[in-house]
Nanobody, 115 residues
Framework: QVQLVESGGGLVQAGGSLSLSCAAH????????MGWYRQAPGKQRELVAT???????NYADSVLGRFTISRDNAKNTVYLQMNSLKPEDTAVYYC?????????WGQGTQVTVSS
């Protein structure tokens, strides 16, 4: 079993910053990729960013240059630093870990950006 525990998020004005973190627990000795997805009301869940255990990153075009994904392999924790936030970034953000043919999700954390 794998558990993903998220923290962070909240309410911020446009142009502000927020940070998220997600700690993985359980049978995770072979964890590789970790990532963040988001889902806005009435929209499909979409990729935000991913990072491999070697530090290779991938970003959605909509967040490139504003968001930074990072991880601490020793703590099995992935972070998302979000700067220059826009109202369209408002969504529930989910931590994601694909592992051994399954996909694990965090509980989700709300990010709200006011204009």
């Amino acid at each position: 079993q794998v558990q993903l525990v998220e923290s962070g998020g909240g309410l911020v004005q446009a142009g502000g910053s927020l940070s998220l973190s997600c700690a993985a627990h359980g049978r995770i000795f072979d964890i590789n990729a970790m990532g963040w997805y988001r889902q806005a009301p009435g929209k499909q869940r979409e990729l935000v960013a991913t990072i491999t255990s070697g530090g290779r990153t991938n970003y959605a075009d909509s967040v490139l240059g504003r968001f930074t994904i990072s991880r601490d392999n020793a703590k099995n924790t992935v972070y998302l630093q979000m700067n220059s936030l826009k109202p369209e970034d408002t969504a529930v953000y989910y931590c994601n870990v694909p592992l051994r043919g399954r996909t694990y999700w965090g509980q989700g954390t709300q990010v709200t950006v006011s204009s």
